[in-house]
């Protein structure tokens, strides 16, 4: 993750045009202020904030070959953070700036044709009755204030306002001594993004045994990239308890393909590193194959694959050696990381009955409520968040336990995960 001048630049060039012309919209409701301390104090404080963020990404991106790469991740994820709170606001306040300014020249162009047609003096229009101006950038102020409390609100709260989903899934073929088989489904902790925040991952914990689970489910994305990020936390995520067990699988980021490395040894020493962590976590790791779930006698299939993802995604996942094991009519469970994998290899390809993903994290944004089921990242994954089904298949995207780059979720909180099967 290295940064170029290239890149550096135009960036910078963007954000002073969004803050002037910002300005240029602020400025006059400043000017409307009779203290001068007060006047002094914004006017202090939008430029103050704006050179901090400008300094902080010329800092960031010349100095990041001096940084650990783990480290990185973080202050990037701070840079954005810091970014979205005080730009996007911007954007939509500039919006209102730039109606003003057309409604001022089409003001003009009329008034000059006036007096070109009339040939006698008419008065111009020239913007110095603020009073519609100062309307509009109001009202630009207040709805940029919704941006910048859900902003505020999300990489503060927001990524830790963890919720439990819960779905019922009625199956014909369900061994009867597995009815009411309760899982729980977790996803995507990226752990180095929490920066230790231990106590607000311990309460998640406590909110998964809760459940009561007789299965527990991660499907993969343990790290960003480094098995360093998982150190000290053993002692909080093996509290998890499960009945029949805990069972996990690798995601896109486990491979430390993100990364750059001194050696394809080093690389494979990490890889290892994190499959054993799955163990000091109380995890069974399943790469690329199977294990019989008992109950009564009667059994189903868990089955586990690696990674697969379409381009430029990993595709270590081999369904057909993960299921050789398997017996035909056997009931079977899948836990596949990303979802695109579910049609391109299991959907009407396969008689697995229920798969469990993850990997969208929902884009750690969206709306869903009042029916309203919507996020950015459904452009990309039409199958991103939420049971799906076809035919007599099953799909189950999880929305993420963590986060990654952005360091907040807005609108789409992390997710629990509580499938009953019926």
Known sequence: MRASIFLLIPLLIFMLLVDFYTWRGIKPLIARIRMNRIKLLLTTTFWGISMLIFASFVVFMLGIKHVKQSEAYLYAGYLMAGFALFYFPKFVFIVFVLIKDIQLGIRKIIDWLKKSVNKKETKVYTGRKMGRSEFLYQMGLALAAIPFASILYGVTKGKFN?????????????PVSFKGLR?????DMHLGSFNRKFD????????????????????????????????????????????LGKYSILGNHDYGD??????????AKNLEAIKGFHKKMGFRLLLNESENIRINGEE????GVENWGKPPFP??????KATAETDANQFKLLMSHDPSHWDAEVLDKTNIDLTFSGHTHGMQFGIERAGIKWSPVQYKYPRWGGLYKENKQ?????RGFGYIG?????GMPPEITVIELI
């Open 258 to 267: 993100y990364s750059e490395w001194e050696s394809p040894a080093e690389k």
């Open 300 to 303: 189903i299939a868990l089955i």
């Open 162 to 174: 963890f919720r439990v989903m819960r779905e019922k899934i009625r199956f014909e073929n369900l």
């Open 394 to 398: 099953y799909l189950y995207v999880n």
């Open 200 to 243: 607000q991952v311990a309460k998640a914990v406590e909110l998964i045994n809760e459940q009561e689970p007789d299965l527990i489910l991660f499907t993969g994305d343990l790290v960003n990239n480094f098995a360093e990020e998982t150190n000290d936390w053993a002692p909080v995520l093996s509290q998890m308890k499960a009945s």
């Open 183 to 187: 899982i729980v489904h977790i996803s």
């Open 315 to 320: 595709q270590h996942g081999d369904l057909k």
């Open 406 to 410: 952005f360091p907040g979720r807005i």
